[in-house]
Nanobody, 121 residues
């Protein structure tokens, strides 16, 4: 059974930083590429970043302008998302996902429950 559990979401002020974590079960961590998405009410889920099965390749959407960094901790089966220079428009429910493809062609198959990030001005 695929298990993805996000944590780290909280309220933060504009310009601040936050690091999200996703605990992944061992079998999934060793078999799938991983990614981060976010969603606000009334809008489609938005792709943010993905990292390949082998951590040498990662990709974040250009619209983030380099503010977010995705990494995977192989020793702890954990996916991380470092978010810097946060803006109010970054407010959303953030999801961890496991899926197929490379970092630039990531296709999500499994989802966590999400963690809420709120950025206040």
């Amino acid at each position: 059974q695929v298990q993805l559990t996000e944590s780290g979401g909280r309220a933060v002020q504009t310009g601040g930083s936050l690091r999200l974590s996703c605990a992944v079960d061992g079998r999934t961590f060793g078999s799938y590429a991983l990614g981060w998405f976010r969603q606000v009410p009334g809008k489609e889920r938005e792709f943010l970043c993905a990292i390949g099965l082998f951590a040498g390749t990662s990709h974040c959407t250009d619209s983030l302008e380099g503010r977010f960094i995705i990494t995977r901790n192989d020793a702890e089966n954990t996916l991380l998302l470092q978010m810097n220079k946060l803006k109010p428009e970054d407010t959303a429910l953030y999801y961890c996902s496991a899926g197929l493809g490379a970092a630039r062609t990531f296709s999500a198959r499994y989802w966590g429950q999400g963690t809420q990030v709120t950025v206040s001005s």
